[in-house]
């Protein structure tokens, strides 16, 4: 690294970096906090003469699952389901019997383990567009291609200096989230291995690295001040629905099943007990290594008088269109499932409706330039025929 192109650019970033990386490790700890004084709150509850009160005067009728018990037994199922760590929902008949095919019995809950991942995604995402959208529109690129030092250098270290911290307090924190909580629980509740903990806290990292480097990219490939940020914004918020989408277009085209519809979450974002699959995080590793070479290449071949284009490299105009053309349908007619439609319509209508105005969209957005000298070139000429005759 060269030393005084990473003083400039910690005295750049350095500050907000801090300030970012310490905001979410302390919002973190402030979350483990409030979420085991909350499971403290409600074990005091259930040992409270309150809680055997109200529960005395609730009758079987009012609660199925209380048939046939005693009070001590109704307060241990009360225990049992609402101080673990991780629970299930479970469906009782109109006699109070667990019905055992419930369909929730594969799906576990957490009221201990509050996380914001939204909140969360934002800035990551924020943090990852503005690595080199804001060196750009600031004209901050012209200084540090001044310095003499290569333009791959200047790419790796920005995403070295940023990415690192910014990426470890985000593990940091989790760790420290899920350690307070899991300490300040007895061991009986805490229904979890601390290995499905610690490959939750991992999986669900992965996933906020995937995020950080696609917005890193994008803020590396437009210079737009309106359209770059909403590309970020859009991609980042669609992406879910995408990958939902292609696995129901698979499941429709192939005649893989007739009623299977995909809606799952296919990220890790949180501390779940669910298992962990390996595929989503496979991907979360592949693309931002993918996406970081990619960039590699292009950042060289930034060229400063095209900072205010949609797209700053024209290497990426018709790959970029055709990406668009096959995301926006898919995304649009199969994200809510194939079997929606109404009398067994097919999706392929749909698919070349959208797809037709997505490509005049993309188009008029990744070739304004070229349209609008078009059109003035004709005009010029036009004029000049009339000027002659």
Request: proline share 4%; net charge neutral.
């Amino acid at each position: 690294m060269n030393k005084q192109l990473m003083t400039i650019l910690k005295k750049r970033y350095g500050l907000v970096l801090m300030i970012t990386s310490l905001s979410i490790i302390l919002f973190y700890t402030y979350m483990g906090v409030s979420d085991l004084n909350h499971w403290k709150d409600t074990n005091t509850y259930y040992n409270s003469e309150q809680y055997l009160d109200d529960l005395r005067g609730m009758s079987e009728d009012d609660n199925p699952r209380y048939t046939g018990l005693s009070l001590k037994e109704r307060q241990e199922l009360d225990k049992k389901e609402g101080l673990n760590l991780f629970y299930q929902v479970d469906s009782y008949d109109e006699q109070g019997k667990l019905e055992t095919t419930s369909p929730n019995d594969d799906s576990y809950f957490t009221m201990y383990f509050n996380e914001n991942p939204l909140l969360l995604l934002a800035i990551v995402v924020a943090a990852g567009f503005f690595v080199f959208f804001v060196d750009l529109r600031t004209s901050f690129n012209e200084f540090l291609f001044s310095l003499g030092v290569s333009k791959r250098r200047i790419y790796f270290s920005k995403f070295a200096l940023i990415s690192l911290p910014l990426l470890g307090s985000i593990l940091l924190a989790k760790i420290l989230f899920v350690s307070i909580i899991t300490t300040g629980i007895p061991a009986e509740y805490v229904n979890i291995s601390m290995m499905d903990l610690l490959a939750n806290v991992l999986a669900s990292w992965t996933t906020y690295i995937l995020y950080f480097f696609i917005a890193a990219f994008i803020g590396l490939v437009t210079g737009n001040l309106i359209l770059g940020p909403l590309t970020a914004l859009g991609f980042c918020l669609s992406l879910e629905f995408f990958i939902t989408a292609v696995i129901n277009a698979w499941y429709y085209f192939t005649k893989t099943t007739t009623d299977l519809y995909v809606t799952n979450k296919f990220f890790v974002y949180t501390v779940e007990k669910a298992p962990i699959s390996i595929l989503p995080v496979i991907v979360a590793i592949v693309l931002p290594l993918l996406v970081l070479a990619v960039g590699s290449y292009l950042f060289p071949t930034l060229t400063l008088e095209k900072k205010g284009n949609y797209l700053l490299f024209d290497t990426l105009k018709i790959p970029v269109v055709i990406a668009m053309v096959i995301y926006v349908p898919i995304v649009l007619v199969f994200n809510h499932g194939y079997y929606s439609y109404e009398n067994g319509a097919s999706p392929i209508p749909g698919l070349l409706i959208y797809g037709i105005i997505t490509a005049l969209i993309g188009s008029y957005l990744v070739f304004r330039k070229e349209i609008h000298g078009s059109i003035n070139r004709r005009r010029q000429v036009k004029n000049s025929s009339n000027v002659k005759s």
